[in-house]
């Protein structure tokens, strides 16, 4: 039995659904028919911007095993958005499970920049 959670429909509890749909505010950077983008409220970098799909699904691995062709959009529409804030160099960022960092379990990448980012994360 599927996890009504990983369906695709908005879900009444996510607060990105509730900021994709128009009901919690955002400082949007970019709206297209499947994602939404906007800066975060607790940025890491210069420029945090989270993009994320209009669909709910609640990691990027299940989003991508469902409707990969919006998962590819995410990932078209931040490298765009990149290029957009001028940043000649930038990390995106999915996190996965807790353990990982994700505190909305609604599938969506961080585009960061404008500082160095040093390797490993963490």
């Not at 369906?7 to 950077?29: E, H, R, W």
């Not at 931040?78 to 001028?86: D, F, L, S, T």
Request: some cysteine.
């Amino acid at each position: 039995m599927r996890d009504e959670s990983e369906s695709g429909a908005p879900q009444d509890d996510c607060l990105f659904c509730k900021i994709a749909g128009g009901y919690i505010p955002a400082t949007i950077v970019r709206e297209t028919d499947t994602t939404v983008a906007f800066r975060d409220i607790n940025p890491q970098a210069p420029t945090h911007i989270l993009v994320i799909p209009r669909v709910h699904h609640p990691d990027a691995a299940s989003l991508a095993a469902a409707e990969p062709g919006i998962a590819a959009d995410v990932l078209r529409h931040a490298g765009e958005i990149a290029v957009e804030e001028k940043l000649d160099s930038y990390r995106i960022v999915f996190n996965t499970g807790s353990g990982a960092g994700q505190t909305v379990f609604h599938a969506h990448a961080h585009l960061l920049g404008g500082r160095g980012l040093h390797w490993p994360p963490g």
